[in-house]
T-cell receptor, first 114, second 111 residues
Framework: DAGVTQSPTHLIKTRGQHVTLRCSPI?????VSWYQQVLGQGPQFIFQ???????GRGNFPDRFSARQFPNYSSELNVNALLLGDSALYLC?????????????FGEGSRLTVL | KQEVTQIPAALSVPEGENLVLNCSFT??????LQWFRQDPGKGLTSLLL?????REQTSGRLNASLDKSSGRSTLYIAASQPGDSATYLC??????????FGPGTRLSVLP
């Protein structure tokens, strides 16, 4: 079975641009979470979605948004990019409704903002 | 605010040694705690998940313990190998919130 897949794997943007990152969860998993990992730090929680509804939001500005589709895949959108948005963006899926189950991560999307 | 710390920040050992990685977290109100491994530039690989009602979990050469009352978890790696070289992160799941990650312990096992 395929694990969590993310695209693109790497991308470079300039300040002020917009970016869309995509994630497909493990088959059968209905919960998707997004995390931002800055170099040298642990991941920080951005969003969690279950059954197309937002179930949790971390301390990130409104420039960050996400959605989940009927097939449980998800998109993370970031508007008006800043240099500080450069990071590894990780998607994780889990089996259960609440985020109490084991998390499984994808390989991430490496975003560089110039 | 919940905080997670991991000690040591980095560790370099010769192959074959038994290792202990420590994770401390504020606030004992957690659902569970998960340990992950991360290779450079890669995503996180789940190693062990310990439910709040459990004391420990084992998988192969890995053993993780959880002491909620003291806010501590320990990852024990037996007979370390060069392939174990990676960053190890712990993440407790707090009630009403999401997983909070520690900064990780960077492990290097020398052949």
């Amino acid at each position: 079975d395929a694990g969590v897949t993310q695209s693109p794997t790497h991308l470079i943007k300039t300040r002020g641009q917009h970016v869309t990152l995509r994630c497909s969860p493990i088959s059968g998993h209905k919960s998707v979470s997004w995390y931002q990992q800055v170099l040298g730090q642990g991941p920080q929680f951005i969003f969690q979605y279950y059954e197309k509804e937002e179930r949790g939001r971390g301390n990130f500005p409104d420039r960050f948004s996400a959605r989940q589709f009927p097939n449980y895949s998800s998109e993370l959108n970031v508007n008006a990019l800043l240099l500080g948005d450069s990071a590894l963006y990780l998607c994780a899926s889990s089996l259960v409704r609440t985020n109490t189950g084991e998390l499984f991560f994808g390989e991430g999307s490496r975003l560089t903002v110039l | 605010k919940q905080e997670v710390t991991q000690i040591p920040a980095a560790l370099s050992v010769p192959e074959g040694e038994n290792l202990v990685l420590n994770c401390s977290f504020t606030d004992s109100a957690i659902y569970n705690l998960q340990w992950f491994r991360q290779d450079p530039g890669k995503g996180l690989t789940s190693l062990l998940l310990i439910q709040s009602s459990q004391r420990e979990q084992t998988s192969g050469r890995l053993n993780a313990s959880l002491d909620k009352s003291s806010g501590r978890s320990t990852l024990y790696i037996a007979a370390s190998q060069p392939g174990d070289s990676a960053t190890y992160l712990c993440a407790p799941l707090y009630y009403g919130q999401n997983f909070v990650f520690g900064p990780g312990t960077r492990l290097s096992v020398l052949p």
